[in-house]
């Protein structure tokens, strides 16, 4: 790896968690620059202006989540596939998805911040990334219902919006005891018991047959 690229990569990567943790609006170049030990000129050069900067970082987020989303998009059964099999095929696909955003909690808290109007004069990262991975996969699934013979009323776009609003909140927040313990999503049995809610919840929405 040059030295440049090395220098680019570093700064992305500190600008990714500053923007996670921050927000974009609270996230000044200066501090971005000083996480990696460079100047302002120097974050400029590699990277343009704070705007590309986030643009670049956002964009990266996306594509890291678009990998996750596609592949597991594979585990939904392509042809003919029965009630049963769809539910394990859902069944996947979520797990997959739960254990991506666990993994990279960077990769939610940057699409929460924007749900928090976070540098929201940035609209056309919406228009060219969520809406359309929303649709390709609220498509595959309604395709894969068809091909299961399930009919439902459910709304596919909201439904897999809801999978992504608290998939998002539980792998930053985790879960809230009674006794206001955090049980952070790393925890195995916490993990498994969302994981399981999922589950239930598009059996539930969806009238798909248990096992």
């Not at 600008?15 to 120097?42: H, K, M, P, Q």
């Not at 099999?85 to 996947?92: M, N, Q, T, V």
């Not at 589950?199 to 009238?207: K, M, N, P, R, T």
Request: aromatic share 8%; charged share 25%.
């Amino acid at each position: 790896m040059s030295e440049q690229q090395s220098s680019r990569d570093r700064i992305l990567a500190a600008a990714s968690r500053l923007f996670a943790e921050r927000g974009y609006d609270a996230t000044s170049t200066r501090a971005i620059a000083e996480a990696v030990g460079l100047n302002i000129a120097t974050v400029a050069y590699h990277v343009g202006g704070k705007s590309d900067l986030y643009r670049e970082v956002m964009r990266e987020a996306h594509i890291a989540q678009r990998d996750s989303v596609e592949q597991a998009l594979t585990t939904l059964p392509d042809t003919e596939a029965t009630p049963e099999a769809a539910r394990a095929g859902l069944h996947a696909f979520i797990d997959a998805y739960l254990s991506f955003c666990v993994a990279h909690p960077d990769v939610p808290a940057l699409w929460m911040r924007r749900w928090l109007a976070e540098g929201e004069m940035l609209s056309e990262l919406e228009t060219e990334f969520t809406g359309p991975l929303v649709e390709r996969v609220a498509g595959r699934v309604r395709a894969l219902l068809e091909s299961a013979h399930v009919t439902t009323d459910a709304d596919l776009d909201l439904l897999v919006y809801t999978i992504v609003w608290t998939t998002h909140a539980f792998s930053r927040a985790g879960v809230v005891d009674p006794t206001g313990t955090r049980a952070q999503p790393t925890d195995h049995p916490t993990f498994e018991r969302f994981r399981r809610h999922l589950h239930d919840l598009v059996d539930g929405a969806l009238s798909l047959p248990v096992a």
